[in-house]
């Protein structure tokens, strides 16, 4: 299925404009025959128009309200820290500092529905033996760094939902596109180029895909190969106002690689999400896992299989070229780290004072977000997943298990 004429013609000027937003682009002279058809089940899954929207379909995140009242204690316990000058009195406060900022990064809904502490939280706490912190529950934690007077600890105790509501959120729209001016403006419709607020993650003020903030760094090569990717979508979120297909304003977005793990069956991955706040990043990776049930996200994998990375993953390839590379771009000298000058104050040999070499003979490949999972080469796209999610789901069989001849013996 290929995408319309007139709607691809459209999508194509548009990422030639953004893409020529950045200086380095503009001089590899970019065109629009870079952008290659997506893989066919991409192709079939959004039609004609190469984009579809719906309004995610989530349980409610409560992690927001108990974040809001969590983050002034952990800041008021990193000063603490910072004030501290004897041994002892710092060890407390270094320790007390961490748990909490620990705390506040992997909190989630089930944490707070069971009352039971995040398992990275507990690793610290046994990691560093710190007293007084062993029971596995969340409210003696909270009582125990914080006091029983503490806001947070009024919230827990009065205001915490005791169950999950699953509802539409009609003032979201969640997208799934493989249209070119999606991919090339990934950054560039971040809240912030709109006049929104600056994004939590990401790199000089968005991310390091910015065309127009993107510095002297040579990331911003890496955002042409992403129009080669043909296994490559992109999931972003918009208010349910600024969704226009041609201005939309991402208020969170990932990438989506397609991979194939049976003869007949796909899954799509989505990798590290960018967004302006907790409650957007749920509303587009749970929205995408409402709508889609072969959609599984890396944190997730992270989190639930983080015990069969190495030997315990199997790695998919997709096959396609995705290397870039075009005459006129420079990168930052590695010998002289673009200064021009080496450690004696003699001018760089390697770049003859420039700062700056030619990258004419190595190509650029898409930006890893998730190494773990995501490598390129030059003739594919390779997605490693553990074992223990394929077998959960169906995709491989459980390993048989051996029987020694004793027990082969008593059961005969």
């Known amino acids: 299925m290929i995408l319309t004429n007139n709607l691809m013609e459209q ?22 025959s870079l952008y290659v058809e997506r893989e066919q089940y991409l192709q079939d899954l959004l039609g004609e128009e190469g984009h579809i929207s719906f309004h995610p ?15 002034p204690l952990v800041t008021r316990k990193h000063n603490t820290y910072l004030s501290e000058h004897r041994y002892e009195e710092e060890k407390i406060a270094y320790n007390e500092y961490m748990i909490a900022s620990k705390l506040l990064d992997n909190i989630t809904n089930e944490h707070l529905l069971n009352n039971t502490i995040p398992g990275r939280v507990k690793d610290f706490i046994d990691y560093r033996g710190v ?40 003032d979201y729209k969640v997208h799934l596109s493989i249209l070119p001016h999606h991919i090339a403006g990934m950054s560039y419709y971040a809240p912030y180029n709109w ?12 991310s390091c895909m910015d065309t127009s903030r993107n510095g002297s760094g040579d990331c911003i090569n890496q955002l042409p190969p992403n129009l080669l990717d043909s296994t490559l979508a992109v999931a972003y979120l918009t208010t349910t106002e600024n969704d226009d297909l041609f201005s939309p ?22 990798f590290r999400p960018f967004f302006t706040n907790n409650a957007t ?4 990776v749970e929205g995408l896992k409402a709508e889609f049930d072969n959609f599984v996200q890396c944190d997730d994998l992270r989190n639930e299989y983080s ?18 590379s075009s005459t006129g771009i420079t990168v930052s000298c590695d010998d002289c780290d673009g200064e021009g000058t080496t450690w004696d104050d003699e001018e760089c040999g390697t770049c003859e004072g420039t700062g700056c070499v030619s990258s004419d003979d190595e190509p650029f490949y898409p930006y890893v ?28 069989e459980a390993p048989q298990k051996e029987v020694s001849p004793s027990t082969a013996s008593l059961a005969c």
């Open 307 to 324: 015990d069969l990375y190495g030997s315990h993953m199997s790695s998919f390839s997709m096959y396609t070229e995705v290397g870039w």
């Open 11 to 32: 999508s194509m000027e548009e990422a030639i404009k953004i893409l020529n937003k950045s200086k380095l682009i503009r001089e590899a002279s970019v065109d629009s």
């Open 249 to 270: 304003r991402y208020e969170a977005r990932l990438l989506v690689r397609v991979t194939k793990v049976t003869d007949n069956n796909y899954l799509l991955v989505g």
């Open 369 to 396: 977000d998730d190494p773990e999972f995501l490598e390129f080469f030059e003739d594919r796209v390779e997605i490693s997943l553990p074992k223990g999610y394929l077998i959960a789901k169906g995709y491989m």
């Open 195 to 206: 006049g929104g607020g600056r994004w939590i993650t990401g790199w000089n003020s968005t």
């Open 281 to 284: 990043k749920n509303y587009l």
């Open 57 to 71: 379909i989530v349980e409610k995140d409560f992690t927001a309200d108990f974040e809001k009242y969590l983050q």
């Open 131 to 170: 007293k007084g912190l062993a029971s596995p529950k969340l409210s003696k934690l909270l009582v125990k760094l914080f006091g029983e007077t503490s806001d947070v600890v009024k919230w827990f105790t009065n205001k915490c939902p005791k169950k999950l509501e699953k509802g539409v959120i009609q």
